[in-house]
């Protein structure tokens, strides 16, 4: 019944949008800044083929693990997904390779596909297109993190993110929800997988913004999503839905600020410069919107 409703109501509440094309579109607020981006896919028939490809072996996967059904219970959604990359939570003194046991050579098969690189390498060179000073931000920080740190292991060799997401369908929708261990000011990127009606379910909802975007297969979305709310809608009986996200943590970019430090080793080692970041943290805001990029600033790069 929810479903039901919410595919008569919000048409009617909210604007729609298609990230169906090839060509992106950005969204941007009333200062002109682009905090959103649909990114499309790339032009190129081949792309969507492989996107299938890439599908075809997440339910391979699937079906072998046989995954318990725990794992399908968590606050995003009805279904499993399994992290990979970059760990770095509450109660680690350093980043860490996620440790992911059992399903450890799941993802290895995965980040080895073709397929799948193929959707990354796109999806971190929309973000590098669309919020270049953004991207640099991530690459500036993962670049010191790696020379600190030489065992971690990049989940693709193109990609900006230290973390990706596979989440396996048969129909993956989450519920309304924010990221909020995510890069605030950053971007998350999503990927639609699956053969499945765009026009009938699947559909990306930015709550704040109050946008219901059609998401086809083989499109992507870069949203900030721990401070835009989001979800998605289930798809049609019968479809079959899955996605791919990549994401950095906001904890891996601030242990870099601290001097490779969590904050209580800083406040221990050095009183004065946790004094001065503990300040800048009033204005962090004001430095993370400072670095989205205009449209207008864009065209005047590839212009000059």
């Not at 939570?89 to 390779?97: D, E, M, T």
């Not at 990221?179 to 990127?189: A, E, Q, R, S, Y």
């Amino acid at each position: 019944m929810y479903v039901h409703l919410l595919h008569l109501l919000l048409p009617a509440l909210y604007s729609s949008l298609i990230a169906s094309s090839s060509t992106a579109r950005p969204i941007v607020d009333a200062h002109g800044r682009i905090i959103a981006i649909l990114a499309g896919r790339p032009n190129d028939p081949s792309y969507v083929a492989d996107v299938q490809n890439a599908y075809e072996a997440m339910a391979q996967e699937r079906a072998q693990a046989k995954f318990a059904a725990d794992m399908s219970r968590h606050r995003r959604g009805p279904f499993v997904a399994l992290n990979c990359g970059i760990g770095y939570s509450k109660g680690q003194h350093v980043p860490a390779n996620m440790n992911n046991g059992e399903h450890a050579a799941i993802l290895q098969r995965l980040l080895g596909n073709r397929n799948v690189i193929r959707m990354a390498t796109y999806a971190s060179a929309a973000f590098n297109l669309w919020a270049p000073k953004v991207y640099r931000y991530y690459r500036d920080h993962d670049e010191r993190l790696r020379e600190r740190f030489s065992d971690l292991d990049r989940n693709f060799p193109k990609s900006v993110f230290s973390a990706a997401a596979f989440n396996f369908g048969p129909n993956v929708w989450t519920f309304k929800h924010r990221d909020v261990l995510n890069t605030p000011f950053g971007m998350c990127t999503v990927t639609a997988m699956g053969p499945f009606d765009a026009t009938k379910g699947g559909h990306m909802i930015l709550w704040e913004l109050k946008l219901v975007i059609e998401f086809p297969a083989a499109s992507t979305i870069l949203i900030p999503s721990a401070t835009i709310t989001h979800s998605n809608l289930p798809v049609q009986d019968g479809d079959e839905r899955a996605s791919f996200t990549q994401y950095t943590g906001g904890g891996l970019m601030r242990y870099v600020d601290n001097g490779f430090r969590t904050e209580k080793e800083l406040a221990a080692q050095d009183p004065a410069e946790y004094e001065r970041l503990a300040e800048l943290k009033g204005t962090r805001w004001e430095m993370g919107l400072g670095l989205l990029s205009t449209v207008d600033k864009l065209l005047e790069a590839v212009e000059s």
